[in-house]
């Protein structure tokens, strides 16, 4: 297993194949004598007989004629393998890799690495352009020059930008000291590279390491672009920052907007940003429009000694030399007198060494094909120019290994180069042609090859390689497609093996793509595997999922329905699918039973434990339609007056027109330079508007696209636009604290009147339907309602809301005026203009019981019946527009802010678009409230049989549910005088305990055996009493009494008498110094109580009898036991069952602890935190623990040698406040009151894992550079290769190297493995 030397012996028979008529090549491969013979026999007979350990083995072979003048053998393929093998196992257990794989974020520094180390090793020349960088960066400017804060590297393709700017890094990164900070992304150097995401991603985790900051970096572009100028601000605090970004040709015009976040317009003095791109790249032209234009550096052609210079230094790595180089120490005299050739000049005077791309690929060139005698002559035989040059080795590949080799091969790296190439074990599996013919390829090729040590992949060094092996092997479409497909249908078939479970990153990539790239009719069937779906997100290949689905529903209509309704899954739940990919069977078979995930869910097992929703929506939501927005941020939307169309802008600076209908994009509009704020269709559907950041105002015909007008007047963002209903009059709201009023039919003077009324920034302005009124709103809270749209426009009123910035107005379609408006602290008021009252306040705090998220937009219906905002946390609401303002829908709708909210003409359609770059439609046609309370549910409790569930809330009324029906029934309904903190359920199941905010408990009658028709209204007040001066914050049940703990830290103790009078049977004042907040009842009546003041007491329970009859005072009561300090607020506490005297709590802070009141000694420890502020507990039994928490999620924890393990997590869709725990026959079941005021029912099924036997291990597929093999002691023989036993040996004694090979400096193991083969099929060994 550990030998250090190997032999590989021809068997004798191989000579019995050489036919009679070429008898003399017998010689080639016999001893030269009987002498030498014996030897040899001699010779073998020590290697076996040795007791050192070696590995000998025989191998089979053919005779392959005659080649090139010389005998040769074939069918070496086993040989070959058993080879390689051999030499990689020796060199993994001398140099062991490193333990683990890698993370996603180290693969792509290391990948950066490599792409700078091999651009200065060698670098040479260049010197005035580096100098001119070096005084850029350290702010080194003459008195002439004027100082900038950006420069652009840019010229033609294989000038040497990426050499310069990775020796400026490397010179900076040498030199820099403390106060200067270099951050450089070479877009393309490697996997995960080449997206604005990508981009952001591993600068953000570069500064955050950098400085040990408490900043936390995701792959989400949104949250990134929000985070990565908090990071500059915060680093460049620390010191002098500077950012290198090389080839923004790869950006497309899409991804341009990024440059705004790494390069932002007002770049701070302690910032110096370096880019490089082409002449022609659209990254060039969008720095150049900016107000700050950036400085340009144009790198010229190399000069004759820069040539020079840099073909030396390469050819040192390999210690070559041409002839008529100029040496860097003293020729000795007799060199000096011998003439030789001028190689040197021959090579450096070609037309295309101006360029050091043409010089690198020419010495690789020369390294193929190179020969003593005739170098000369074959560099002046050079082709002229890259492009030749590029065909030359094509030409001489299919010569060396011949064509069909070169054809098999070649595109297989081409067509997996967007991929940062193929594995090359995959190449050698894919490709129908000897081994040895392959590692011969790759070695010729050299260092026109890109290797990743990662990934043990190869890939083409340079476009321009990519681009002539394209043109000569893969022309076609067709022909491409038939090459991804091999592909394809290769990767498929290993990831397939064990049900996709195991299968690597790379090759799940590998699959999508060429699945994509092919149109591979069976990548219908991968998409719509649930494990599939897992494996790809377990490998960090979520987006390309996602793109794969969205693109393979557009190109097959039968399967798009199907497909969709996976993209819709996988999108809703997007966010925590990608941290926890075990989700994806839990979120499929809790989709609507008649949707295509949750059928597929059922034909499969669950591998861990999961929540079943068991209230799940039976049918697919309101969403009715999702499209793709924007590549970046979704800010405005609009519809056309016909409902046709719909125009959205963003901050990629386009706007974009979609057919409502089909979903499909029909205009994209560019020209902004900055967010699109705004948009608006005239009256007549005619013109589109849009305005943004840019403070320019273009219209746009809405049929053709044509840019009908392009105007300016503001001098701050515009934020808002309408049009006017009876002319193609234009207003626009600015930053600037105007209204400007525009004619857009004019195009010379389309400017009409600047309308300077208000003294803050208007956020926004609305039309009325009738056409005569318009409406203005201001971040001062004031709103103006104006007569007469146009040149001649008047205030009418002014309306002082008192309310904080206003972010949106809304003008209601009918004859009462009333005005709507969203304020930056949640709240939308209606108001009467008439008047000037409030009509109602929706979102009210005071009525929901927390604080809402800031409303971005609102609009309302048509009719003016309905009127709907968005929030920042993606959640949008419908509310009646009347004095009521029920809600009616109340909708996490985006994984990230819904900016715009629109209602469609016809208003059975409502619009959201969002900064997650969707655009989403709703049904919202005679809409129903959905949620059980109108207000945040702030408990709820389980009958003592289960019969029914009890729910209280923030809107004062306490409801009863049957739990029997698919989904929650309200069975009776109590309406309390405040709102409800807490409920309780007493034994017999006829009465309900309730806890308000103006310390009443109160006791309620309901009818036993509920689940018949009900009646809301038939719960009746029992008896009521009050001993608390503040809220009563909970309720427990102990025997047949009552135990209230409330806000002013009193616990009482309570009894129902038989005339139903509420009896106050014990109290104790300042049990607590703080809030309780709550309490738990032990089996044997001991009552445990938390608070808001850092501790938890343990009470006794004392006297008996109670129950009966009416029973004295005092007779039945709780003496204080123990008192311990809590790390935190207690938020909730239970006793464990099977442990006697411990307990169980939680606190705000996300500590989770144990403690057992028989062992006081010992304190209370935390056996877990959690990640999220967790809200409500309880135990599901003695093992488990259910938490719920800020994040929306509820956990099923298992407590294991004093710690905690994850078992489940399920998320709602608004944070639990409070849930409850019973067992049914069925099993668990978790009842979860939600800040919506929605109750969802949940039951844990829990999978045991898998024991894994002692000495069970699987292998990492990449452990050993190879595919899913784990090499062992024993070495399995490939086919016809026998292993030849004997005593083993360490070294050959009197042995001499017979082939004697130098490694390039920078060749991974496996490049010289690769190499050393191709040698040995170079001498005719194999």
């Given at each position: 297993?550990?030998?250090?030397?190997?032999?590989?012996?021809?068997?004798?028979?191989?000579?019995?194949?050489?036919?009679?008529?070429?008898?003399?090549?017998?010689?080639?491969?016999?001893?030269?004598?009987?002498?030498?013979?014996?030897?040899?026999?001699?010779?073998?007979?020590?290697?076996?007989?040795?007791?050192?350990?070696?590995?000998?083995?025989?191998?089979?072979?053919?005779?392959?004629?005659?080649?090139?003048?010389?005998?040769?053998?074939?069918?070496?393929?086993?040989?070959?393998?058993?080879?390689?093998?051999?030499?990689?196992?020796?060199?993994?257990?001398?140099?062991?890799?490193?333990?683990?794989?890698?993370?996603?974020?180290?693969?792509?520094?290391?990948?950066?690495?490599?792409?700078?180390?091999?651009?200065?090793?060698?670098?040479?020349?260049?010197?005035?352009?580096?100098?001119?960088?070096?005084?850029?960066?350290?702010?080194?400017?003459?008195?002439?020059?004027?100082?900038?804060?950006?420069?652009?590297?840019?010229?033609?393709?294989?000038?040497?930008?990426?050499?310069?700017?990775?020796?400026?890094?490397?010179?900076?990164?040498?030199?820099?000291?403390?106060?200067?900070?270099?951050?450089?992304?070479?877009?393309?150097?490697?996997?995960?590279?080449?997206?604005?995401?990508?981009?952001?991603?591993?600068?953000?985790?570069?500064?955050?390491?950098?400085?040990?900051?408490?900043?936390?970096?995701?792959?989400?572009?949104?949250?990134?672009?929000?985070?990565?100028?908090?990071?500059?601000?915060?680093?460049?605090?620390?010191?002098?920052?500077?950012?290198?970004?090389?080839?923004?040709?790869?950006?497309?015009?899409?991804?341009?907007?990024?440059?705004?976040?790494?390069?932002?317009?007002?770049?701070?003095?302690?910032?110096?940003?370096?880019?490089?791109?082409?002449?022609?790249?659209?990254?060039?032209?969008?720095?150049?429009?900016?107000?700050?234009?950036?400085?340009?550096?144009?790198?010229?052609?190399?000069?004759?000694?820069?040539?020079?210079?840099?073909?030396?230094?390469?050819?040192?790595?390999?210690?070559?030399?041409?002839?008529?180089?100029?040496?860097?120490?003293?020729?000795?005299?007799?060199?000096?007198?011998?003439?030789?050739?001028?190689?040197?000049?021959?090579?450096?005077?070609?037309?295309?060494?101006?360029?050091?791309?043409?010089?690198?690929?020419?010495?690789?060139?020369?390294?193929?094909?190179?020969?003593?005698?005739?170098?000369?002559?074959?560099?002046?035989?050079?082709?002229?120019?890259?492009?030749?040059?590029?065909?030359?080795?094509?030409?001489?590949?299919?010569?060396?290994?011949?064509?069909?080799?070169?054809?098999?091969?070649?595109?297989?790296?081409?067509?997996?180069?967007?991929?940062?190439?193929?594995?090359?074990?995959?190449?050698?599996?894919?490709?129908?042609?000897?081994?040895?013919?392959?590692?011969?390829?790759?070695?010729?090729?050299?260092?026109?090859?890109?290797?990743?040590?990662?990934?043990?992949?190869?890939?083409?060094?340079?476009?321009?390689?990519?681009?002539?092996?394209?043109?000569?092997?893969?022309?076609?479409?067709?022909?491409?497609?038939?090459?991804?497909?091999?592909?394809?249908?290769?990767?498929?078939?290993?990831?397939?093996?064990?049900?996709?479970?195991?299968?690597?990153?790379?090759?799940?990539?590998?699959?999508?793509?060429?699945?994509?790239?092919?149109?591979?009719?069976?990548?219908?069937?991968?998409?719509?595997?649930?494990?599939?779906?897992?494996?790809?997100?377990?490998?960090?290949?979520?987006?390309?999922?996602?793109?794969?689905?969205?693109?393979?529903?557009?190109?097959?209509?039968?399967?798009?329905?199907?497909?969709?309704?996976?993209?819709?899954?996988?999108?809703?739940?997007?966010?925590?699918?990608?941290?926890?990919?075990?989700?994806?069977?839990?979120?499929?078979?809790?989709?609507?039973?008649?949707?295509?995930?949750?059928?597929?869910?059922?034909?499969?097992?669950?591998?861990?434990?999961?929540?079943?929703?068991?209230?799940?929506?039976?049918?697919?939501?309101?969403?009715?339609?999702?499209?793709?927005?924007?590549?970046?941020?979704?800010?405005?939307?609009?519809?056309?007056?016909?409902?046709?169309?719909?125009?959205?802008?963003?901050?990629?600076?386009?706007?974009?027109?979609?057919?409502?209908?089909?979903?499909?994009?029909?205009?994209?509009?560019?020209?902004?330079?900055?967010?699109?704020?705004?948009?608006?269709?005239?009256?007549?559907?005619?013109?589109?508007?849009?305005?943004?950041?840019?403070?320019?105002?273009?219209?746009?015909?809405?049929?053709?696209?044509?840019?009908?007008?392009?105007?300016?007047?503001?001098?701050?963002?515009?934020?808002?636009?309408?049009?006017?209903?009876?002319?193609?009059?234009?207003?626009?709201?600015?930053?600037?604290?105007?209204?400007?009023?525009?004619?857009?039919?004019?195009?010379?003077?389309?400017?009409?009147?600047?309308?300077?009324?208000?003294?803050?920034?208007?956020?926004?302005?609305?039309?009325?339907?009738?056409?005569?009124?318009?409406?203005?709103?201001?971040?001062?809270?004031?709103?103006?309602?104006?007569?007469?749209?146009?040149?001649?426009?008047?205030?009418?009123?002014?309306?002082?809301?008192?309310?904080?910035?206003?972010?949106?107005?809304?003008?209601?379609?009918?004859?009462?005026?009333?005005?709507?408006?969203?304020?930056?602290?949640?709240?939308?008021?209606?108001?009467?203009?008439?008047?000037?009252?409030?009509?109602?306040?929706?979102?009210?705090?005071?009525?929901?019981?927390?604080?809402?998220?800031?409303?971005?937009?609102?609009?309302?219906?048509?009719?003016?019946?309905?009127?709907?905002?968005?929030?920042?946390?993606?959640?949008?609401?419908?509310?009646?527009?009347?004095?009521?303002?029920?809600?009616?829908?109340?909708?996490?709708?985006?994984?990230?802010?819904?900016?715009?909210?629109?209602?469609?003409?016809?208003?059975?359609?409502?619009?959201?678009?969002?900064?997650?770059?969707?655009?989403?439609?709703?049904?919202?046609?005679?809409?129903?409230?959905?949620?059980?309370?109108?207000?945040?549910?702030?408990?709820?409790?389980?009958?003592?049989?289960?019969?029914?569930?009890?729910?209280?809330?923030?809107?004062?009324?306490?409801?009863?549910?049957?739990?029997?029906?698919?989904?929650?029934?309200?069975?009776?309904?109590?309406?309390?005088?405040?709102?409800?903190?807490?409920?309780?359920?007493?034994?017999g199941n006829e009465r309900v305990v309730s806890g308000s905010t103006q310390g009443k408990v109160q006791v309620w009658r309901v009818a036993s055996g509920i689940g018949?028709?009900?009646?809301?209204?038939?719960?009746?007040?029992?008896?009521?009493?009050?001993?608390?001066?503040?809220?009563?914050?909970?309720?427990?049940?102990?025997?047949?009494?009552?135990?209230?703990?409330?806000?002013?830290?009193?616990?009482?103790?309570?009894?129902?008498?038989?005339?139903?009078?509420?009896?106050?049977?014990?109290?104790?004042?300042?049990?607590?110094?703080?809030?309780?907040?709550?309490?738990?009842?032990?089996?044997?009546?001991?009552?445990?109580?938390?608070?808001?003041?850092?501790?938890?007491?343990?009470?006794?329970?004392?006297?008996?009898?109670?129950?009966?009859?009416?029973?004295?005072?005092?007779?039945?009561?709780?003496?204080?036991?123990?008192?311990?300090?809590?790390?935190?607020?207690?938020?909730?506490?239970?006793?464990?069952?099977?442990?006697?005297?411990?307990?169980?709590?939680?606190?705000?802070?996300?500590?989770?602890?144990?403690?057992?009141?028989?062992?006081?000694?010992?304190?209370?420890?935390?056996?877990?935190?959690?990640?999220?502020?967790?809200?409500?507990?309880?135990?599901?039994?003695?093992?488990?623990?259910?938490?719920?928490?800020?994040?929306?999620?509820?956990?099923?924890?298992?407590?294991?040698?004093?710690?905690?393990?994850?078992?489940?997590?399920?998320?709602?869709?608004?944070?639990?406040?409070?849930?409850?725990?019973?067992?049914?026959k069925t099993g668990l079941r978790i009842a979860c009151a939600d800040q919506f005021g929605n109750v969802e029912l949940l039951s844990p099924v829990f999978v045991e894992?898998?024991?894994?036997?002692?000495?069970?291990?699987?292998?990492?597929?990449?452990?050993?550079?190879?595919?899913?093999?784990?090499?062992?002691?024993?070495?399995?023989?490939?086919?016809?290769?026998?292993?030849?036993?004997?005593?083993?040996?360490?070294?050959?004694?009197?042995?001499?190297?017979?082939?004697?090979?130098?490694?390039?400096?920078?060749?991974?193991?496996?490049?010289?493995?690769?190499?050393?083969?191709?040698?040995?099929?170079?001498?005719?060994?194999?």
């Open positions: 297993g550990d030998s250090k030397a190997f032999f590989y012996l021809r068997k004798p028979q191989f000579k019995d194949q050489i036919p009679q008529y070429e008898r003399e090549a017998l010689s080639a491969f016999a001893c030269e004598g009987p002498v030498e013979e014996a030897q040899m026999r001699d010779l073998k007979d020590r290697v076996r007989a040795s007791q050192h350990k070696v590995s000998v083995r025989s191998y089979t072979c053919t005779y392959g004629g005659i080649v090139n003048g010389h005998p040769s053998t074939a069918d070496l393929d086993n040989f070959c393998t058993a080879v390689i093998e051999d030499l990689w196992k020796a060199i993994r257990q001398t140099c062991p890799p490193a333990l683990g794989v890698p993370s996603p974020v180290e693969q792509m520094r290391r990948s950066q690495e490599r792409f700078q180390s091999g651009h200065t090793q060698v670098f040479s020349g260049r010197g005035k352009p580096l100098k001119q960088l070096l005084r850029f960066v350290y702010g080194v400017v003459n008195k002439d020059e004027e100082a900038h804060t950006v420069t652009v590297v840019t010229g033609d393709t294989g000038i040497g930008k990426s050499a310069l700017l990775s020796k400026l890094v490397h010179s900076l990164q040498q030199s820099a000291g403390q106060t200067l900070h270099v951050f450089a992304h070479y877009i393309g150097a490697g996997p995960s590279s080449d997206t604005p995401t990508d981009i952001l991603y591993h600068l953000a985790c570069d500064i955050i390491e950098h400085f040990g900051l408490e900043f936390e970096a995701v792959q989400d572009y949104q949250k990134l672009c929000t985070l990565f100028p908090e990071l500059l601000k915060t680093a460049a605090a620390l010191g002098r920052l500077v950012i290198v970004l090389d080839n923004l040709d790869r950006l497309g015009h899409d991804d341009l907007p990024v440059l705004q976040v790494v390069v932002p317009e007002n770049v701070r003095d302690e910032l110096k940003v370096v880019v490089s791109c082409t002449p022609r790249a659209a990254a060039l032209t969008a720095l150049q429009t900016r107000q700050q234009t950036p400085q340009v550096l144009r790198l010229q052609s190399l000069d004759v000694e820069e040539r020079e210079a840099l073909v030396s230094d390469a050819l040192d790595l390999f210690y070559k030399r041409l002839e008529g180089a100029r040496r860097r120490s003293s020729l000795s005299p007799s060199a000096k007198k011998s003439p030789k050739p001028n190689q040197m000049a021959a090579l450096i005077r070609k037309s295309g060494a101006s360029r050091p791309l043409y010089l690198r690929f020419a010495l690789d060139y020369l390294r193929m094909i190179g020969n003593f005698e005739k170098l000369t002559d074959q560099i002046r035989g050079l082709p002229s120019s890259v492009e030749a040059l590029m065909d030359a080795v094509l030409v001489y590949l299919e010569g060396l290994c011949t064509p069909a080799v070169a054809n098999a091969v070649l595109p297989l790296i081409a067509v997996s180069s967007p991929i940062s190439g193929i594995k090359e074990a995959d190449l050698r599996s894919v490709v129908d042609v000897p081994t040895h013919a392959v590692c011969s390829m790759l070695q010729a090729l050299g260092g026109m090859l890109q290797c990743d040590e990662e990934e043990s992949s190869v890939d083409f060094a340079h476009p321009m390689l990519l681009h002539a092996v394209c043109k000569r092997y893969v022309k076609t479409d067709l022909q491409q497609r038939a090459v991804h497909e091999k592909l394809y249908s290769y990767n498929k078939a290993i990831c397939a093996e064990g049900g996709f479970k195991g299968a690597i990153p790379g090759r799940v990539r590998a699959l999508l793509f060429h699945g994509m790239q092919s149109q591979a009719p069976c990548l219908l069937e991968v998409l719509s595997d649930l494990r599939f779906l897992e494996c790809a997100c377990v490998a960090g290949s979520a987006f390309p999922l996602m793109t794969a689905l969205a693109t393979v529903s557009e190109r097959n209509p039968v399967a798009k329905r199907k497909l969709t309704e996976y993209y819709d899954m996988m999108l809703v739940h997007l966010p925590q699918i990608i941290h926890r990919p075990q989700l994806v069977f839990q979120v499929a078979s809790n989709s609507p039973d008649n949707l295509a995930p949750a059928t597929a869910a059922k034909k499969l097992e669950a591998t861990g434990s999961w929540m079943k929703w068991e209230n799940k929506d039976s049918e697919k939501g309101m969403c009715v339609q999702r499209m793709q927005g924007s590549s970046q941020k979704v800010l405005c939307c609009t519809f056309s007056p016909d409902g046709k169309w719909f125009a959205c802008g963003g901050s990629d600076w386009v706007v974009r027109v979609y057919n409502v209908s089909t979903g499909k994009e029909r205009l994209v509009l560019e020209g902004h330079q900055g967010n699109v704020n705004a948009c608006a269709f005239n009256a007549s559907g005619t013109l589109l508007a849009s305005a943004g950041v840019d403070t320019e105002v273009r219209v746009w015909g809405a049929q053709d696209g044509g840019l009908a007008l392009r105007a300016r007047g503001h001098t701050k963002p515009i934020a808002g636009l309408a049009f006017g209903i009876k002319s193609d009059v234009l207003l626009t709201a600015s930053d600037d604290c105007t209204v400007r009023v525009w004619d857009a039919a004019e195009k010379a003077r389309p400017m009409l009147r600047v309308l300077k009324h208000h003294k803050r920034p208007v956020a926004a302005v609305r039309v009325h339907a009738g056409g005569q009124l318009f409406v203005t709103g201001s971040w001062d809270g004031v709103v103006k309602l104006w007569e007469n749209v146009g040149p001649d426009a008047k205030v009418l009123q002014t309306l002082f809301t008192g309310l904080p910035a206003l972010r949106d107005v809304g003008l209601a379609p009918t004859m009462v005026q009333t005005v709507a408006c969203a304020a930056v602290d949640g709240r939308v008021r209606l108001y009467d203009m008439a008047s000037q009252q409030e009509i109602v306040t929706l979102n009210d705090p005071v009525i929901l019981g927390y604080k809402p998220n800031p409303t971005q937009s609102i609009a309302f219906s048509p009719k003016g019946d309905l009127v709907a905002s968005c929030d920042v946390d993606g959640g949008f609401g419908v509310f009646r527009a009347c004095t009521t303002g029920q809600t009616l829908v109340k909708v996490t709708g985006h994984s990230a802010a819904a900016t715009a909210v629109s209602f469609a003409p016809s208003g059975k359609v409502l619009a959201t678009v969002s900064a997650d770059s969707e655009v989403k439609f709703w049904n919202s046609e005679k809409p129903q409230p959905t949620a059980v309370h109108g207000a945040l549910c702030t408990g709820v409790h389980y009958a003592p049989d289960g019969a029914f569930v009890a729910t209280c809330s923030w809107d004062g009324k306490v409801k009863v549910l049957d739990t029997s029906a698919s989904r929650p029934s309200v069975q009776y309904t109590m309406w309390c005088c405040s709102p409800v903190l807490s409920v309780c359920v007493l034994p018949g028709a009900g009646d809301e209204r038939g719960g009746s007040l029992v008896c009521e009493a009050s001993a608390h001066d503040a809220p009563v914050g909970a309720l427990a049940t102990v025997r047949d009494c009552i135990v209230s703990g409330g806000w002013d830290g009193m616990l009482c103790l309570w009894r129902v008498t038989l005339q139903e009078r509420l009896q106050l049977v014990w109290s104790k004042a300042a049990a607590h110094a703080a809030e309780i907040t709550c309490l738990a009842v032990s089996p044997e009546g001991n009552l445990a109580s938390g608070c808001m003041g850092l501790e938890m007491k343990m009470w006794l329970l004392q006297g008996g009898g109670a129950g009966s009859s009416d029973t004295p005072e005092g007779e039945l009561s709780f003496q204080e036991k123990a008192v311990v300090e809590h790390p935190g607020w207690v938020c909730a506490l239970q006793w464990v069952p099977e442990r006697p005297g411990s307990l169980v709590s939680v606190t705000a802070s996300g500590d989770i602890s144990l403690w057992n009141a028989a062992q006081r000694s010992q304190g209370i420890k935390c056996i877990g935190s959690l990640t999220a502020r967790p809200h409500a507990m309880r135990l599901l039994d003695a093992d488990r623990v259910a938490v719920s928490c800020k994040d929306r999620s509820v956990r099923v924890l298992r407590i294991e040698d004093q710690s905690l393990r994850e078992e489940c997590i399920f998320f709602l869709k608004a944070p639990c406040l409070a849930l409850d725990v019973f067992m049914f894992a898998p024991v894994a036997l002692e000495g069970d291990h699987t292998a990492d597929e990449e452990s050993l550079g190879e595919e899913s093999e784990e090499y062992s002691d024993d070495f399995e023989e490939p086919e016809s290769l026998e292993a030849e036993k004997g005593p083993a040996v360490e070294d050959v004694e009197d042995g001499l190297p017979l082939l004697h090979y130098r490694g390039h400096p920078r060749m991974t193991r496996q490049q010289q493995t690769r190499n050393l083969m191709g040698a040995m099929a170079a001498l005719g060994w194999i």
